[in-house]
């Protein structure tokens, strides 16, 4: 096997430009590369394959030409390689600290992830628009932990990368700035590699949304399976976006692909044809908002409500002599009921469907064919109502079980104290999943926060990418 980058045949950086107008036909190369142990991941090429759609929307994916070390690595510091990345989120800060292992075997050697050090807060970064400065004060004891987890020697050898997700995106773009600027300053002090402190950025959702994906089918050995329908299709509920991401093989009829997001993908040899689409402002919290008749991201200037004082939230998915402050972003709202029947859930779930509806969720027959993993707050709405035991990391669930659940807090009685927007929320999830992608209501899905006891999230496939890219800056593969 030969994963020898020059000659593999790619440059060592590439940027997301292209206006290579390849055909989603045709192109796609029988994956000749099967690893056993997943390891090295090469990131080598991630444009879109309709630069028009693309440059339209003045974004750029940034991810980096990287490769995983080949036999031929002349500068190797040592068997243990460290990553850390912090993940911004709308509701909190994320770190980890991710320690691989280069792996000799006799194929050469790989990466094999080690262990993970994983720390959260709360609020978000992009709850400090008013003080930009306590937002990187607020990251400081993630960053205390990072340093502490790394050994001391080999802190100047390893990367740190902080990319801020939806909460960001939906600031104001001067707010959104001042930030980043003060978040940027504090990562500069720390000990750790920071190359190009302008990667320190928001990340757009499409990255979001196929890091992601490589972390899953990483951790489930079937990155490199070398028929794609055996990769898996994956589901990531945050709080301001919604991401999904699946492989189409090569006679896909894409024909019936709504909203086009499609990503040529290269992982050392093999190529992908990668969909992947950010539905912004169809996160968990920003569905809520949408669902109480105003909206944001996709649905900014969607207001039902126009003759309300602007804090109040008026809404069908609580009784009618409930009300509660909600905190979302910048804003706090005060959320009344309106329901007076014993139970919301009828009145609630057309309020839900019609955001749904809206929403123009991709309905590909591919999709629904992969086996499909969702994470993020699937995980926590299931996990809240008790669907998933303290104890568990994954559960094998249907859409129905959402429903079922939605059925028991919808009503009166046993509406969450600790969640009051359950209901809600439950039937969000039912309905994004059936009425918006398609799904039957009894479709199996995987709903997980760990893998292999390794944690679901766009950030090991960030770092595996961030880890590579050092390599790159070997003359091996200048
Ligand atoms: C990293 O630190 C070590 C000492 O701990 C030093 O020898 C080495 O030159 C440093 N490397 C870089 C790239 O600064
Ligand atoms: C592709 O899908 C569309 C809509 O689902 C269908 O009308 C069309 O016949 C399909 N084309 C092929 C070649 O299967
Ligand atoms: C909110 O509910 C409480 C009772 O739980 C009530 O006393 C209060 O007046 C309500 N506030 C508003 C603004 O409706
Ligand atoms: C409320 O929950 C209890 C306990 O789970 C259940 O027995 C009862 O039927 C529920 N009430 C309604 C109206 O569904």
Redesign the pocket.
């Known amino acids: 096997m030969n994963r020898c980058r020059n000659q593999t045949g790619g440059s060592t950086t590439t940027t997301a430009t292209s206006a290579t107008a390849e055909e989603p036909h045709g192109y796609l190369r029988r994956r000749n590369v099967v690893m056993a142990t997943v390891g090295v991941v090469l990131l080598a090429a991630l444009y879109s394959v309709h630069p028009g759609y693309y440059s339209a929307r003045g974004s750029s994916v940034d991810v980096e030409s990287v490769t995983g070390p080949a036999t031929q690595r002349q500068d190797q510091p040592s068997g243990d390689l460290y990553s850390v990345v912090f993940d911004a989120g709308s509701t909190g800060s994320r770190m980890f600290v991710f320690h691989f292992k280069l792996k000799d075997d006799r194929e050469g050697e790989s990466v094999l992830l080690e262990r993970e050090v994983f720390e959260a807060i709360e609020p978000g970064i992009s709850s400090y628009a008013k003080t930009p400065s306590e937002a990187a004060d607020s990251l400081a004891p993630l960053l205390q932990k990072a340093v502490s987890s790394v050994p001391v020697g080999q802190q100047n050898a390893t990367l740190i990368t902080l990319k801020a997700t939806a909460g960001l995106r939906l600031l104001p773009k001067e707010k959104g700035d001042q930030i980043m600027a003060e978040v940027r300053d504090l990562m500069k002090s720390s000990p750790f590699l920071l190359p190009d402190p302008s990667k320190i950025m928001v990340m757009g959702g499409e990255e979001e949304g196929i890091f992601a994906w490589v972390t899953v089918n990483f951790l489930l050995d079937v990155l490199w399976d070398s028929d794609p329908d055996n990769t898996v299709a994956t589901f990531d509920l945050g709080g301001g976006s919604m991401q999904v991401t699946f492989e189409l093989s090569d006679n896909a009829?894409l024909?019936?692909v709504q909203v086009r997001e499609l990503y040529k993908l290269k992982l050392l040899q093999a190529y992908f044809l990668v969909f992947t689409y950010s539905y912004l402002g169809s996160g968990l919290k920003s569905g809520r908002l949408g669902i109480m008749g105003r909206g944001e991201g996709h649905f900014a200037g969607l207001s039902e409500q126009a003759e309300d004082d602007g804090n109040v939230l008026l809404s069908p998915c609580f009784p009618a002599e409930f009300n509660t402050t909600w905190r979302h972003g910048e804003h706090i709202f005060l959320v009344k009921g309106t329901s007076t029947s014993s139970s919301g859930l009828k009145l609630c779930k057309q309020a839900v469907d019609n955001f749904v509806h809206k929403g123009s969720f991709i309905k590909n027959?591919q999709l629904h064919q992969r086996e499909l993993h969702l994470f993020s707050y699937y995980f926590d709405v299931a996990r809240w109502a008790g669907l998933i035991p303290e104890s568990a990391t994954h559960k094998l669930m249907t859409p129905a079980d959402f429903l079922q659940a939605a059925e028991h807090y919808c009503v009166k009685e046993n509406m969450s104290e600790a969640y009051p927007f359950l209901c809600m929320d439950l039937l969000y999830i039912y309905s994004m999943l059936t009425e918006g992608f398609g799904l039957a209501p009894d479709r199996q899905c995987h709903v997980e926060q760990k893998i292999l006891g390794r944690e679901v999230s766009w950030s090991l496939g960030a770092a595996l990418s961030t880890l590579s890219q050092r390599f790159t800056f070997s003359a091996v593969y200048l």
Do not use: H
Request: hydrophobic fraction near 0%.
């Open positions: 009829n024909s019936d027959k």
